[in-house]
């Protein structure tokens, strides 16, 4: 079955240290993959994706995040956290191009700690 | 930049009451979609179209129903409220998956 894990659902750092938010999933395809942030009260923005091109993806506010397909993994990071970063970040995957669907992780909340 | 609206960003209705939730999109995609988001449940698929007057139904479609008459618009109705749809909905847009989707600021529904 096809999947995707979130294997985090808080991650509280200090600001101005770096950020790792884990992702990791499971199909027998290639798949898109997506990271979303979302602030509270708010839609969801999206950060980068993946559709296999370069494996290392670089998105907005300075997150990156490196596709491994030997370790079917999608870890969002960067290098130091701000206050403004403090969120919900959500790993998105799409396992078919032509369904349009999504499949949404759990979300992982990030605080930052001044 | 793609824009999707949604008409009203809270919104509190009576048990029993039909509601209608708009979304608009301005980039001329062809797939639009509803989830609800809730605490410890993430976001669940409601309704999604691939084009005019077509839907299908997502993974908890029950209690709900869609509408589009126009490539931009996208209506999720809730026959009847009920209190257990008190959520916060969310409208999204794409062209194609590889894109991503573009998700309106939600719509918070309380269901008194």
């Known amino acids: 079955a096809q999947s995707v894990t979130q294997l985090d659902s808080h991650v509280s750092v200090s600001e101005g240290t770096p950020v790792l938010l884990r992702c990791n999933y499971s199909?027998?395809?290639?798949?898109?993959l997506f990271w979303y942030v979302q602030h509270p009260n708010k839609g969801l923005q999206l950060l980068l994706k993946?559709?296999?091109?370069?494996?290392l993806v670089k998105g907005i506010n300075g997150f990156e995040a490196e596709f491994k397909k030997s370790e079917t993994s999608f870890h969002l990071t960067k290098p130091s956290a701000h206050m403004s970063d403090a969120a919900e970040y959500f790993c998105?995957?799409?396992?078919?191009?032509?369904?349009?669907?999504?499949?949404f992780g759990q979300g992982t909340t990030l605080q930052v700690k001044p | 930049d793609v824009k999707v609206t949604q008409s009203s960003r809270y919104l509190v209705k009576r048990t029993g009451e039909k509601v209608f939730l708009e979304c608009v999109q301005d980039m001329d995609h062809e797939n639009m979609f509803w989830y609800r988001q809730d605490p410890g449940l993430g976001l669940r698929l409601i309704y999604f179209s691939y084009d005019v007057k077509m839907k299908e139904k997502g993974d908890i479609p029950e209690g709900y129903s869609v509408s589009r008459e126009k490539k931009e618009r996208f209506s999720l109705i809730l026959e009847s409220a009920s209190t257990n749809q008190t959520s916060m909905y969310l409208c999204a847009s794409s062209l194609w998956t590889g894109d991503g989707y573009t998700f309106g600021s939600g719509t918070r529904l309380t269901v008194v």
């Open positions: 993946y559709t296999s091109a370069a494996t």
């Open positions: 998105v995957v799409s396992f078919s191009s032509n369904t349009g669907k999504l499949i």
């Open positions: 199909s027998s395809y290639s798949p898109s």
